[in-house]
């Protein structure tokens, strides 16, 4: 069973930075894409960074381009997001997602809240 | 931007309904990757519909996708007060990324 558990979600002020991790289970995790999407309070789904399986090509919308950073420890089978210079329209639950043939979403997390106030 | 979708749509128990989501020539209209994905309040995304018209195991055969030119659309038949939830549809895009639809909450009379 496919399994996708986030961590490290909580509170930051403006300015700060947060690491997110999610643990994945029941598939090859070295063999398939990853991608993070958040949805801010009230709001639709935004997509907001991926990467590949094995190369670690990442991609990332220009809403958190150079300011966010998705990376992955295959031998840990955990999928990281990095979040630096962190603004009040950051505040979303942010949920870990796997991709499958670099086109759709088949499996999620439960998701992780991060709240940017001060 | 994102794909744009009716905010809101409603049906009886028993009737169809149908959900558009228009993108462009560079995301749903050039490639046959649209999915579409049901959302309850306080839960995580569930895919539904996958590569425009198929469904993944264990979903209901009453959800239904298709596609015209830069247009997905999902149909919902013999609709149930379990359908009720938010739908967004998503396409991968030619600038390697991905788009999601604004959402469309369906209510259930």
């Known amino acids: 069973e496919v399994q996708l558990l986030e961590s490290g979600g909580g509170f930051v002020q403006p300015g700060g930075s947060l690491r997110l991790s999610c643990a994945a289970s029941g598939f090859t995790f070295s063999s398939y894409a990853m991608s993070w999407v958040r949805q801010a309070p009230g709001k639709g789904l935004e997509w907001v960074s991926g990467i590949s399986g094995s190369d670690m090509n990442t991609y990332d919308a220009d809403s958190v381009k150079g300011r966010f950073t998705i990376s992955r420890d295959n031998s840990k089978n955990t999928l990281y997001l990095l979040m630096n210079s962190l603004r009040v329209e950051d505040t979303a639950v942010y949920y870990c997602?796997?991709?499958?043939?670099?086109?759709?979403?088949?499996?999620w997390g439960q998701g992780t809240l991060v709240t940017v106030s001060s | 931007s994102a794909l744009t979708q009716p905010a809101s749509v409603s049906g009886s128990p028993g009737q169809s309904i149908t959900i558009s989501c228009t993108g462009t020539s560079s995301d749903i209209g050039i490639y046959n990757y649209g999915s579409w994905y049901q959302q309850h309040p306080g839960k995580a995304p569930k895919l539904i519909i996958y590569?425009?018209?198929n469904r993944p195991p264990g979903v209901s055969y009453r959800f239904s996708g298709s596609k015209s030119g830069s247009t997905a659309s999902l149909t919902i038949s013999g609709l149930q007060a379990e359908d009720e939830a938010d739908y967004y549809c998503s396409s991968y895009t030619t600038s390697s990324t991905w788009l999601f639809g604004g959402g469309t909450k369906l209510t259930v009379l």
């Open positions: 590569d425009v018209s």
């Open positions: 997602a796997k991709v499958e043939s670099w086109n759709y979403f088949d499996y």
